[in-house]
């Protein structure tokens, strides 16, 4: 099963991807910091505010809406009566 995400839904997002900056790699917008510095981050088990504290370009609100975002759309999902990917 393919998961589709709504251009709209990814146009929100505070990810700002461009070959001139980090060879095009997703970055925070209005920073250089990679989305996947959070990602890989909060799996090696550092905390949000410590993530924060070590990258103070990126703030809280952009951090929670990339945490959030794959919740949203299965929530969004769910409510379409879609069923999720297993």
Known sequence: MNLVIEEEAIQQLPVNIDPD????????????VPIDALTNNLS?????DEFLENFPTVSRDQAVAI?????????????????TPR
Do not use: Y
């Open 21 to 32: 900056i980090m060879s095009g790699t997703p970055v925070f917008e209005g920073t250089r």
């Open 67 to 83: 945490i959030k975002f794959p919740l949203d759309v299965i929530r969004k999902r769910m409510r379409n009566g879609e069923s």
């Open 44 to 48: 090696d088990g550092v905390s949000l």
